[in-house]
């Protein structure tokens, strides 16, 4: 299985990494319980940063498509077929435009929304 | 005399291996390579022009005339001077150490020289698209356990007899050469593991070619660290037995090794047929 980057395409890398790590799964050629090549080698091979590897290896890990094992290396989830169909960016536009549809009805201005927002998101810094 | 005429016998067979026979392989096959792979079909792999790569190649050549010159001369010198092998007579002892450190200079000059045509190649990689294989590279799908096992047991079994043989008292000398061993054994630790995890080298090299690279050279390191463990077993093993005569014989014996499981297993198990070099031509995309 060999995975190939576009470093001219407008779609930033690690989504690329993303976008074949999950394709290879749905289409088989990736298994539950395969091993995956360490941040590093990839990112010597591809001749990327390894923390666009990291990035991707991350993301891919919280959505339960990947599994770090520590010392043993990454693996692909047991359930990663199933995973990676759940688009997580499109369920948080979902959530967000009916949360700000709910506002605009309750008479809600867009920057007390843009403030609130903004607060909430620091606050989860915090 | 027998130990004089093994010690010319050796001596000579460490010119020619090392400073006349490999070279010329290594000539045939850089012409070989010309001459079948030439730039007008494949110019990826000459990132320099060919005036340059002949220039190299003859400076290559010449210093390893210039070096088995020396070993003659050498050689000579010992045949005329009144030569004994006898205990504790240290005159000749390190002459094919010292001689096969200068018969190696050449083939580190090459090495330097391909590392240079190498990043010259991945500047002139104007491709931009980048591919690589989705599967760890693991050390045993390399090497046998085996011969990593029979490194690390040569090497601990240096150790223990060089204690043996010193009552178990870490004296200085032991303490020298042990912490040299390990540097050694790191420095061909990190060569092999630059091979298997680091940066691919030349940016056009087909995967398969670059797996026999990889498997050649962490083999290499390993058989090179077992035979560096042997080397100091014999020495400290022909002190014990007070077989000085024999130490002049192991010395150049070592070098010869090294170049037969060096230069001689790359020209052996990487056969020029075997390379994909088409991915050199113009119209090939990069690895």
Excluded at chain 2, 92 to 112: H, K, N, R, S, T
Excluded at chain 2, 114 to 120: C, P, R, Y
């Amino acid at each position: 299985m060999e995975i190939i980057i576009d470093i001219d395409d407008p779609t930033p890398l690690f989504s690329q990494l993303i976008e074949q790590i999950k394709n290879a799964v749905i289409a088989g050629k990736l298994n539950p319980g395969d091993a995956l090549p360490s941040i590093r080698q990839l990112a010597n091979d591809l001749e990327l940063n390894s923390k666009t590897i990291a990035k991707a290896y991350r993301l891919l890990e919280r959505d339960a498509v990947i599994q770090a094992k520590g010392y043993r290396g990454t693996f692909v989830h047991p359930d990663a077929q199933k995973n990676c169909t759940i688009d997580l960016n499109e369920w948080v536009n979902e959530q967000l435009n009916k949360t700000i549809a709910s506002f605009r009805d309750a008479g809600v201005t867009d920057s007390e929304i843009r403030i609130a927002f903004s607060n909430a998101m620091n606050n989860q810094k915090n | 005399m027998p130990e004089s005429i093994i010690f010319y016998i050796v001596f000579i067979s460490q010119i020619v291996l090392i400073s006349l026979y490999y070279p010329y392989k290594v000539t045939n096959r850089m012409n070989e390579v010309i001459n079948k792979y030439p730039p007008s079909i494949y110019p990826k792999l000459y990132p320099e022009s060919l005036a340059k790569v002949e220039k190299d190649q003859k400076i290559y050549r010449l210093l390893n005339w210039g070096i088995a010159l020396i070993g003659v001369i050498l050689l000579v010198m010992v045949g005329l001077s009144p030569f004994e092998f006898q205990s504790g007579e240290k005159h000749a002892e390190g002459m094919p150490l010292f001689y096969g450190m200068l018969q190696f200079i050449p083939m580190i000059l090459l090495e330097v020289s391909s590392s240079k045509q190498f990043k010259l190649m991945r500047k002139s990689n104007l491709s931009h698209t980048r591919s690589a294989a989705l599967t760890p590279r693991k050390l045993f799908d390399y090497i046998s356990p085996v011969t990593i096992v029979t490194a690390v047991v040569a090497y601990f079994g240096y150790i223990m007899f060089d204690l043996y043989i010193n009552d178990f008292i870490w004296t200085s000398d032991i303490i020298v050469r042990t912490v040299s061993l390990t540097l050694c054994n790191i420095l061909f630790i990190a060569i092999a593991s630059r091979n298997l995890y680091g940066k691919k080298l030349d940016p056009f090299q087909d995967p398969k070619d670059r797996h026999k690279l990889i498997k050649f050279s962490v083999n290499s390191m390993a058989v090179v660290s077992i035979f560096a463990s042997m080397f100091y077993i014999a020495t400290i093993a022909i002190d014990w037995f007070e077989l000085q005569h024999f130490e002049i014989v192991v010395n150049s014996l070592y070098f010869q090794i090294l170049a037969i499981f060096g230069v001689g297993a790359i020209l052996r198990s990487v056969k020029i047929e075997d390379i994909n070099f088409d991915v050199y031509k113009n119209d090939a995309q990069s690895a």
